[in-house]
Protein backbone atom coordinates (compact mmCIF):
# COMPACT_ATOMS: atom_id res chain seq x y z
CA UNK A 1 0.00 0.00 0.00
CA UNK A 2 1.19 3.54 -1.01
CA UNK A 3 2.52 5.32 2.59
CA UNK A 4 0.17 8.43 1.19
CA UNK A 5 -3.55 6.48 0.02
CA UNK A 6 -5.63 5.31 2.83
CA UNK A 7 -6.47 2.00 1.12
CA UNK A 8 -9.12 -0.43 0.49
CA UNK A 9 -8.78 -1.05 4.52
CA UNK A 10 -10.20 2.24 5.43
CA UNK A 11 -13.35 2.97 3.08
CA UNK A 12 -14.09 6.72 2.94
CA UNK A 13 -17.54 8.16 2.73
CA UNK A 14 -20.03 9.92 0.68
CA UNK A 15 -22.85 10.89 3.89
CA UNK A 16 -22.86 11.93 6.88
CA UNK A 17 -19.72 12.74 9.10
CA UNK A 18 -18.57 10.03 11.26
CA UNK A 19 -18.37 10.45 14.94
CA UNK A 20 -14.22 8.79 15.45
CA UNK A 21 -15.03 6.35 18.50
CA UNK A 22 -11.46 7.47 21.30
CA UNK A 23 -9.20 4.66 21.61
CA UNK A 24 -6.26 3.66 23.33
CA UNK A 25 -3.17 1.79 21.84
CA UNK A 26 -0.07 0.70 23.54
CA UNK A 27 3.85 0.67 22.08
CA UNK A 28 5.28 -1.58 23.53
CA UNK A 29 8.98 -1.21 23.68
CA UNK A 30 12.09 -2.94 24.70
CA UNK A 31 15.66 -2.75 24.57
CA UNK A 32 16.44 -0.37 27.54
CA UNK A 33 19.79 1.42 27.39
CA UNK A 34 21.03 -0.45 24.33
CA UNK A 35 18.82 -1.00 21.74
CA UNK A 36 14.98 -0.08 20.39
CA UNK A 37 12.60 -2.95 19.50
CA UNK A 38 8.62 -1.99 18.89
CA UNK A 39 5.59 -4.93 19.31
CA UNK A 40 3.78 -4.88 16.21
CA UNK A 41 1.07 -7.76 16.11
CA UNK A 42 -1.34 -8.96 13.09
CA UNK A 43 -4.82 -8.57 12.42
CA UNK A 44 -6.53 -11.51 11.25
CA UNK A 45 -6.59 -11.83 7.37
CA UNK A 46 -10.01 -12.31 7.78
CA UNK A 47 -11.30 -9.01 9.73
CA UNK A 48 -13.04 -6.90 8.04
CA UNK A 49 -11.37 -3.73 9.27
CA UNK A 50 -7.85 -3.74 8.64
CA UNK A 51 -7.64 -7.47 7.72
CA UNK A 52 -3.97 -8.41 7.64
CA UNK A 53 -2.46 -5.49 9.12
CA UNK A 54 0.34 -5.56 11.46
CA UNK A 55 -0.28 -2.84 14.35
CA UNK A 56 0.70 -1.69 17.76
CA UNK A 57 -2.32 -3.37 20.22
CA UNK A 58 -5.31 -1.36 21.07
CA UNK A 59 -8.99 -1.05 20.90
CA UNK A 60 -11.90 1.35 21.64
CA UNK A 61 -12.64 2.52 24.57
CA UNK A 62 -16.34 0.25 26.11
CA UNK A 63 -18.58 1.97 27.67
CA UNK A 64 -18.18 1.05 31.21
CA UNK A 65 -14.80 1.92 31.17
CA UNK A 66 -15.98 5.67 31.24
CA UNK A 67 -14.55 9.03 29.62
CA UNK A 68 -11.55 10.64 29.23
CA UNK A 69 -7.70 10.20 30.18
CA UNK A 70 -8.40 6.70 32.69
CA UNK A 71 -10.42 5.17 30.08
CA UNK A 72 -8.25 5.66 27.37
CA UNK A 73 -5.64 3.93 29.43
CA UNK A 74 -8.19 1.25 30.15
CA UNK A 75 -8.62 0.30 27.14
CA UNK A 76 -5.22 0.58 26.11
CA UNK A 77 -4.13 -1.90 28.43
CA UNK A 78 -6.99 -4.47 28.23
CA UNK A 79 -6.32 -4.49 24.42
CA UNK A 80 -2.81 -4.96 24.86
CA UNK A 81 -3.88 -8.34 27.32
CA UNK A 82 -6.58 -9.11 25.33
CA UNK A 83 -4.58 -9.16 22.08
CA UNK A 84 -0.68 -9.56 23.14
CA UNK A 85 -0.82 -11.58 26.66
CA UNK A 86 1.05 -9.05 27.78
CA UNK A 87 -0.50 -7.73 31.13
CA UNK A 88 0.63 -3.75 32.46
CA UNK A 89 -0.52 -3.57 36.36
CA UNK A 90 -0.35 -0.10 37.10
CA UNK A 91 -2.06 2.44 33.89
CA UNK A 92 0.85 5.32 35.21
CA UNK A 93 3.07 2.96 33.35
CA UNK A 94 1.65 4.73 30.34
CA UNK A 95 3.27 7.27 29.01
CA UNK A 96 1.41 9.27 26.38
CA UNK A 97 3.32 10.11 22.90
CA UNK A 98 0.56 11.11 20.35
CA UNK A 99 -3.18 11.25 19.24
CA UNK A 100 -4.27 10.86 16.18
CA UNK A 101 -7.87 11.06 14.88
CA UNK A 102 -8.80 9.47 11.74
CA UNK A 103 -9.89 11.77 8.55
CA UNK A 104 -12.93 12.98 8.13
CA UNK A 105 -13.56 11.43 4.71
CA UNK A 106 -13.21 8.26 6.33
CA UNK A 107 -15.98 6.15 7.24
CA UNK A 108 -14.70 3.98 10.20
CA UNK A 109 -12.83 6.66 12.31
CA UNK A 110 -10.96 6.55 15.91
CA UNK A 111 -9.88 9.28 18.25
CA UNK A 112 -6.72 7.28 19.16
CA UNK A 113 -4.03 7.92 21.90
CA UNK A 114 -1.48 6.29 21.69
CA UNK A 115 1.21 5.43 24.67
CA UNK A 116 4.81 4.57 24.85
CA UNK A 117 5.42 0.95 27.77
CA UNK A 118 8.53 -0.88 28.57
CA UNK A 119 7.69 -4.74 28.38
CA UNK A 120 7.27 -5.10 32.00
CA UNK A 121 10.18 -7.73 32.91
CA UNK A 122 9.46 -11.57 32.34
CA UNK A 123 6.20 -10.86 29.85
CA UNK A 124 6.24 -12.49 26.81
CA UNK A 125 3.91 -11.49 23.78
CA UNK A 126 1.95 -14.01 22.46
CA UNK A 127 -1.25 -13.26 19.63
CA UNK A 128 -4.56 -14.52 21.28
CA UNK A 129 -5.44 -16.53 17.86
CA UNK A 130 -8.76 -15.19 17.11
CA UNK A 131 -7.98 -11.32 16.41
CA UNK A 132 -4.60 -11.02 16.15
CA UNK A 133 -2.65 -14.20 14.55
CA UNK A 134 1.08 -13.20 15.10
CA UNK A 135 3.03 -10.84 16.97
CA UNK A 136 6.92 -9.97 16.02
CA UNK A 137 9.18 -7.25 17.83
CA UNK A 138 11.07 -5.71 15.21
CA UNK A 139 13.55 -2.19 15.39
CA UNK A 140 11.19 0.78 13.79
CA UNK A 141 13.97 0.81 10.58
CA UNK A 142 13.66 -3.01 10.50
CA UNK A 143 9.72 -2.97 10.07
CA UNK A 144 9.56 -0.15 7.53
CA UNK A 145 12.33 -2.41 5.50
CA UNK A 146 10.17 -4.99 5.52
CA UNK A 147 7.40 -3.78 4.23
CA UNK A 148 9.51 -2.08 1.51
CA UNK A 149 10.53 -5.31 0.65
CA UNK A 150 6.13 -6.69 0.79
CA UNK A 151 6.81 -8.65 4.26
CA UNK A 152 4.40 -6.74 5.80
CA UNK A 153 1.35 -4.88 5.03
CA UNK A 154 1.33 -1.57 7.72
CA UNK A 155 -1.60 1.28 7.33
CA UNK A 156 -1.12 5.23 7.66
CA UNK A 157 -0.56 5.62 11.07
CA UNK A 158 1.71 2.77 11.91
CA UNK A 159 4.18 3.79 9.19
CA UNK A 160 4.20 7.59 10.50
CA UNK A 161 4.98 6.04 14.15
CA UNK A 162 7.45 4.07 13.18
CA UNK A 163 9.39 6.69 10.81
CA UNK A 164 9.30 8.94 14.23
CA UNK A 165 10.40 5.84 16.86
CA UNK A 166 13.30 5.14 14.04
CA UNK A 167 14.85 8.38 15.23
CA UNK A 168 15.50 6.70 18.32
CA UNK A 169 18.67 4.82 19.49
CA UNK A 170 17.05 3.05 22.10
CA UNK A 171 13.77 2.39 24.36
CA UNK A 172 14.76 4.60 27.30
CA UNK A 173 15.78 7.84 25.27
CA UNK A 174 12.35 7.31 23.25
CA UNK A 175 10.43 7.33 26.80
CA UNK A 176 12.91 10.12 28.51
CA UNK A 177 12.08 12.43 25.50
CA UNK A 178 8.30 11.30 25.44
CA UNK A 179 7.92 12.10 29.15
CA UNK A 180 6.37 15.54 30.20
CA UNK A 181 5.83 16.00 26.17
CA UNK A 182 2.88 17.97 24.94
CA UNK A 183 0.27 16.18 22.78
CA UNK A 184 -1.15 17.77 20.04
CA UNK A 185 -4.05 16.10 17.96
CA UNK A 186 -2.84 15.29 14.10
CA UNK A 187 -5.69 14.71 12.00
CA UNK A 188 -4.57 13.66 8.53
CA UNK A 189 -7.18 14.73 5.51
CA UNK A 190 -7.38 12.37 2.67
CA UNK A 191 -7.43 14.45 -1.24
CA UNK A 192 -8.81 13.08 -3.63
CA UNK A 193 -7.89 13.61 -7.53
CA UNK A 194 -10.46 11.39 -9.58
CA UNK A 195 -10.78 7.85 -8.70
CA UNK A 196 -7.67 8.28 -6.60
CA UNK A 197 -6.91 9.37 -3.22
CA UNK A 198 -4.03 10.28 -0.90
CA UNK A 199 -3.44 11.22 2.69
CA UNK A 200 -2.09 14.26 3.75
CA UNK A 201 -0.83 15.57 7.36
CA UNK A 202 -0.53 18.86 8.52
CA UNK A 203 1.55 21.16 7.33
CA UNK A 204 1.90 19.42 4.17
CA UNK A 205 1.13 21.18 0.37
CA UNK A 206 -2.79 20.33 -0.22
CA UNK A 207 -3.72 20.28 3.83
CA UNK A 208 -7.00 22.99 4.22
CA UNK A 209 -5.97 24.33 8.01
Known amino acids: MSTDHPGPEQPLHSGE ?3 PRAAGTVIVLRGGASALEVLLVQRNPNARFMGGAWVFPGGA ?11 LRAAAIRELEEEA ?3 IRDPSELVPFS ?3 TPAEVKIRFDTSFFLAPLPPGAQAQADGGEIVDARWYEPAAALEARMRGELFLVFPTIKH ?3 LSAFESADALLAHARGREIHPVQPQVIRQGETARIVLPG ?3 YSE
Not at 61 to 70: A, C, K, L, T, W
Open 61 to 71: VDREEGEGDPA
Open 17 to 19: LTV
Open 162 to 164: LEQ
Open 85 to 87: GIS
Open 204 to 206: EPG
Open 99 to 101: RWI
